[in-house]
């Protein structure tokens, strides 16, 4: 194993082609363009298609039929654009398709700015589109975690016959860093249902249309058994100092970066901080939440970038048990590590330095 | 003596057993036989994937007799374009009404045909929403009275009739654009061939076909069937001419 320096964006192309992926449809968006220039440069390589869709609306619904006919497909997007795509990512979710969907967060609503951001944090965990859904969302805070979770979305797509989301923003993808590919076969699973023609075997069909209520019921209830089973066997969470910790820091992607920065100089100044940071953003780390001690932990910071969305999770999983705050930075702006030691210093009542 | 018994008629193969839920006189079940005799007829059946529009004949996969795919309204195109780039041994076709086609998927269907897709497109004109109950559609013909356009069409409000198959037939793309109709057992004929050409063209790799079938909707129509087919014949066939707009050079009397 080889370590190449690479943008993220290209890191997460090629993860993509190390996971079997042969087919990608999207439509250009920034911050994001350099994973469609990618791939429409290295899959004819490796015979493979690059369909530049018209819309965001038309790529997601080839993603459907590229899924539906059991084959291995990703599109990459930012917000406005995976805002078109949410039609798509409803029905592929009814049809019970594995798609791998990149959205590299841009700020929002509206066209917004180009600057990297976590406000479609509701959107990602709630299903996104219309119906009783959700879709898987892996969070990755750097480039080599992003070719890992990539990898991995692809396996965990076909293990829930699901989408699955990774959450970037335009600094995961513009970052040059040093990565390292894992050596590893795809896991192609069989697809029996796919429709491949019928030649030896009955008609398979592919939709999300159950017109009785009865049975539409009865699937919603067992795409809801897909959700706890992720749940139960596939929450990842990265915890950093917890043991002791008077104030917990909790953050994914980018943030928990900063976090990881501020927590350094906090640690100077004497206090016991710890971090929680969420890869998997739905199944969200609720045990991890629910696990800390309120004897010890005087609150939780939530930092994120946007005016407050993980932090209704956190909330919900601490049960009202410990005070949770929140700081964040929206429209772009990143926030600094200083402003998250002064906010913790600040809710700790102790000096803060100008 | 036992008498030689031939069967001179009989289902498709490509074509289920089963009742459909069209109204009575719905030209949909002719056009579903039409197509599953092209599949039939060369031996595409096990390789075909067909892919559903929202509209009344949002059920077809129950009635035809291969792999099928449900689409979101109007994406067929973009559904088709994924089975056939992921699967390009398979045959791929859409089956779309007008309000499907020609206005919420009216990007899909332009785009597919511009690059060329190796699908065949066939497109149910009936020049009215059907499944909703009857409501404007852009095939809907001037003065024609729908639930959304009661006084009539009125061309100065909301443009006209939409001629798709004139349309895609100005891009470069597209091997075969036809438009025929299902008004007369003649003009089934003709229809019955111009899918089996669309579809042989498929299976030969040639490109994109478009087959669109001038149809009727008794029910949205507020016409008896028989009533519907002449209205059919005399006001829709004046408006939407038949003919083969684009057609192989190779193809008898073809023009590239
Ligand atoms: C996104 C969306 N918008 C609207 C509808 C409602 N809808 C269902 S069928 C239909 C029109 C179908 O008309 P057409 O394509 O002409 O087919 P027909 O029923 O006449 O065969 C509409 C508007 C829908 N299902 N999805
Ligand atoms: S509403 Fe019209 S198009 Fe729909 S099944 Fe009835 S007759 Fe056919």
Redesign the interface.
Known sequence: MTRVLMKGAEAVGEAAIKAGCR?F?GYPITPQNEIPEYMSRRLPQVGG?Y?Q???E???I???????????R?MTSSSSPGISLMQ??IS?IAG?ELPVVVINMVRGGPGLGGIQPAQSDYFQATRGGGHGDYYTMVLAPSTVQEAVELVMDAFDLADKYRNPVLVLGDGIIGQMMEPVEFPEREPALVDKPWA??????RE???????LLDPYELEEHNRKLQQKYERMKREDVRVETVDLDGAEVVLCAYGTTSRVCRTAMERLREKGVKVGLVRPITLFPFPEKTIQSLDPKKVKFILTVEMSLGQMVQDVKLYTEGRIPVHFFGRTGGVVPTPQEVVREVLKRLGKEVEK | MSVPVEVIFKRPEALRDRPTHYCPGCPHGIAHRLVAEALDDLGLRERAVGVAPVGCSVLAYNYFNCDFQEAAHGRAPALATGIKRGRPDTIVFTYQGDGDLASIGMAEIIHAANRGEKITVVFINNAIYGMTGGQMAPTTLVGQKTTTSPYGRDPEQIGWPIRMAELLSTLVAPVYVTRQALYTPQLVRKARKALHTAFRLQAEGKGFTFVELLSSCPTGWGMTPVEALEWGKEKMMAYFPLGEFKKPEAEEGGKK
């Open positions: 087919h449809f298609t369909v869709g018209e819309s609306v038309a790529s619904n080839m993603l459907f039929g590229c899924a539906g006919a059991g084959v497909v039609e798509g029905y049809a429709t491949t023609g019928c030649k030896g008609p398979n069909i592919v939709k999300s249309l």
